[in-house]
């Protein structure tokens, strides 16, 4: 199979002067688009903007969920990670964006969809004809679409340039006119996007070849705007969009834990959207290297580093398996054992805790286990050692032995049918929660029930602000490790809240014959940074300087 990330990279690696655009001068645009299957990889390229952020592929550098309460990264500044200092010292966001910077790189991949754009009018028509030319045109502007996500997200309103928006054609700052141009709106800016992908959804087919499956289709295109119109508050619009991805066939796969799982023997098809993939032993990644409990470094005599671990705000959110909310405090007087057996199967398909059997082990998070607590300090790192009392599970492989050496080759799945669920059920709630509270609970309950938890009723939800705190908590529950929660957060303005001034915790576990459990703080005694000017970064100084048309964001 030929996916997006194979695509993307492995044939770089075999024909790199055809995929990158700054080579152009070595090989002509004639050479590009003389025969279809050079066209094919030319194109393909701008599906780089997913793996950019994806972190799967990037579990060192672009782990976002280690910016919210959901996640811990465990090192301070070992291995350039930004996610502590980002959150615990003040002097680190006095300007610009700070490690979400991506203003100049995105624009990078803007300009370079643009030319893909009007490439294929100029060369593509005359040899592929026009049917040809609108579904590489609707893949490219799928992909420019999430582009615009990138940096809306993290800046607001953008300077949108198109292919046609330039005085020659491609509007890439080359020409003094093209240069000063102004920042749209929020609004417009995610009008833009969500138009983009509408258009794109037209021309996508609803299946690739098999030679090219993985790449965009109509039911991602429907997928994505349902994601984005959530960020710009068009409900209906996210709602619609949303029903229009199970009309294509959209569904839930039976069970959760093997939609992680490349050879889990589970047919994710219908669940995962859209996907980066990658080949063993040919184009790989270091996921299981950064993210599997330290025990491993012994069993496996190779280095692992467990970059990021749960929370104990994470995993205390997960419900017991009968549905009924899990508690410090009270879950012996319920009838349970210890606190994390009867857990629902999402707990058990995302957290390695102590006690849980993997690989043909045991593991032992308690002071002295094998993958022991190590507390975290504002210097060094843990040592790859958990400093929550948890590991993460979600999208490692148990019983790939091979990655010491070959590394890891599990798939990213970038969009699921459980997230258009979750957004299906905001939209709905957020559009009328008096007139489509039916359609919010249904799309609410259909997550829960791929994994036998009792449904919500409207006497769980009797208005929106209670349903939006139930859906709040079952999108961690669902999406975490996925890369949500942060923006989701931003979103919905609630970062200050949750973020500013709190602490994140874990689970020290002594006496593992009878163990003792404590919760401890894992942020060395320091209230997290989140202030309301974070909501829209600073845009870069050269932008502001250089464009006497764009203005800075306030408060900076």
Known sequence: MIASVIVCLGMLACNEEVLNLNNTGAISDQAIWSTEGAAEMYITETYKTFTEVSQVVNSLSQYFDSYSDLMKSTSWDQYDHPYNKTLLEANIQTGGAGPF???????????????????????????????????????????????????????????????????????????????????????????????????AATYLPDAWPAAWEGRATKKAAYGLISRMALFGQQWEVAAKAAEKV?????????????????????????????????????????????????????????????????????????????????????????????????????????????????????????EGGSDGFFAFAKAGSTNGRTCTGYYLRKYLQEGNVDWPVQNSYQYDAVLRYAEVLLNKAEAYAQWDYGQYRTEALAALNEVRARVNLPAKTAVDAPDKDAFMALLRKERCVELAGEGFRYWDLRRWKLAVNVINGQMAHGVKITNPGSPTYERVDCDANTPRIFHERFYYFSLPVSETANNNLCEDNPLW
């Not at 940096?151 to 080359?174: F, K, M, P, Q, W």
């Not at 050879?263 to 959207?273: M, R, V, W, Y």
């Not at 054992?337 to 058990?348: I, L, M, S």
């Open 101 to 199: 910077t991506c203003w100049d790189n995105v624009y990078s991949r803007i300009r370079r969809a643009n030319v893909m754009l009007d490439e294929i009018t100029r060369y593509g028509m005359d040899s592929f004809g026009e049917d040809w030319c609108n579904v590489r045109r609707a893949e490219v502007r799928f992909c420019r679409a999430f582009s615009y996500y990138r940096l809306i997200r993290v800046y607001g309103g953008v300077i949108i340039r198109t292919e046609t928006s330039g005085v020659n054609g491609v509007d890439d700052g080359a020409n003094e006119a093209d240069i000063h141009r102004a920042r749209a709106t929020e609004a417009e800016s995610w009008d833009f996007v969500i138009k983009e992908l509408q258009w």
């Open 246 to 366: 199970k009309e294509l066939g959209g569904d839930l796969a039976p069970d959760y834990a093997k939609v992680f799982q490349v050879d889990g023997g589970q047919d994710n098809s219908k669940e995962i959207l859209f996907a980066l993939y990658f080949l063993k032993n040919t184009v790989t990644h270091e996921y299981d290297r950064q993210i599997r409990p330290i025990g491993d470094q012994a069993v496996y005599n190779t280095t692992v580093r467990a970059g990021h671990v749960p929370t104990a705000e994470l995993a205390d959110l997960y419900e017991f398996a009968n549905g009924t909310p899990f508690n410090w405090t009270t879950y012996t007087a319920a009838g349970h054992a210890d606190p994390y057996t009867d857990r629902e199967p999402r707990f058990h398909a995302t957290i390695l805790y102590n006690g849980a059997w993997w690989e043909g082990r045991t593991i032992q998070t308690y």
